[in-house]
Structures are given as C-alpha cells and as structure tokens.
C-alpha cells in the first residue's frame, strides 16, 4: 500500500514507518525538522522505498503540498497514519497555558488531522477509490494526565471522528481508526518526563521508573514490531469490520475498561 506518515523523522511516526516499510509498502515520511528529516530517510531507505516531504502540521498550505506531493509521488495515497508532534509548552499544567498553548494544541491535534483528513477524503472519493485512516493519539485520553492535559483535550475529538467518517463514507471502502498508545520509549517521551523531573526536583531514571515501567504489569515500553504489527492488522481486509473503532493499546497501563 502507499502511505502517508505525519510526524516521522524520529520516535513513533519514524518507527511505524520502518515497520511498515520492512512489510513491503511504500511510505512517505514528513516533518518540519529538515535535517531529522533527511537523516531519517536515509536510515530508512535500508528497509524499503521511501519518501520525504518537508511539512509544517500547524500550516495550512504546507498540509495541502503534503497531500498533493504525496499523491504524485505515490501515484495515490491508501492510507494516513496520523502522528502529531508534542506542542512546545509539554509537560504543562493548564494554569500555565496562555491563550498561544491553546492555539497551537488545536492546531496539532485537531485542526491538522481533520484538514488532512478532509482533503484525502475528498480524493478517495473524486477517485472512486478506498482508502484508510489511522490516528495515533494516547491512552490518557481515558485516563487524564494532568501535564498533558492541554494534548488529550485536543486530540479526543479523533475518537469520535474516526467513527464519524466510518459511519458516513464506509461504505464507499472508506475507514478510520484511532489507537491509543500507552508508553513508547522515544525521544520524545524522554525529553517530557526529564523536564517534569526538573520541575519537581526528582531524578529522571527515578520518574520513568515509576510514571512509565511500573504503570503496566509487564514492566516495560512497548515494542516497535508490536505497534506495526497492529497497523498491518488494520489495513488489511480482516480489520473490516472494525470500521470506527477506538483500540487501546497501553500494555493494561489505564485503568479504564470502557471506551
């Protein structure tokens, strides 16, 4: 299949990527970091045939050049994987926002995926062709963190869009999904927690220990080929009829049993 991927010069977008590329389909990686970019795209092109595309998620004409150069280069997109990157204010807690956070987590978690989402469909269907959508957004949707509250506010709106878009365009082959991640050891994930130790005057080994490792009976992160093989699952016609569904996939880290 040919995919789009936001967010993946590094961390879980890269990685979904490098999964999917060792499956045999054909992706187009993006990010606004030029050099991550580029040196990302090296490392992946030992795993298969990939693309890159500079995009800057909070602007609207860099998401329009992302969907129509991914097209051309593509020949046509199957999939979206959404990967957003972290707002600059994270770790924060919402007294600390000032009306700029707010902007910018809306533009990240919600406004990017649904233009990009938009766009697409719009192709799928001027084309009379398929296509999925794979958002990736957190397990403490369901169970709030409070310094990450500003990001899971703004990005549970992808639950009820993705059952949306399934309801309305399913039947034309069009489906969507959100996966909740519980804890990935990323670049990313590090650099939030070390600045939460910072603010509490704790060390940082110490934090991960207790706020990542031990939030789940199986003591650890969850692993790459994990990840990608629940995405192969998705894609492929097995996953059909699970057209809209939210799957939690957080090594039992939530304490939530509904969704």
Partial sequence: MNILITASSRGIGFNVAKELLKKGHRVVISS????????????????????????????????????EKSWEILGKIDVLVWNAPNVNCEPCMIHELDYEGWIEGALLHIIAPGYLTT?????????????????????????PMPPLLLADSTRAGLIQLAKGISRTYGKKGIRAYTVLLGSFDTPGARENLRRLAEKRGIDPEELWKKEVIERTPLQRTGKWEELGGLIEFLLSDNAEYMLGSTILFDGAMTRSVLL
């Fill in 119 to 143: 766009l697409l469909i719009n192709k799928w269907l001027k084309n009379d062709t398929k296509g999925i959508i794979i958002y990736l957004s957190s397990a403490s949707v369901l169970e």
């Fill in 32 to 67: 606004r970091d030029e050099k991550n970019l580029g040196k990302a795209l090296e490392e992946l092109k030992k795993h298969g045939k990939v693309y890159m595309i500079k995009a800057d998620l909070s602007k609207k004409e860099d998401i329009e050049n992302l969907v």
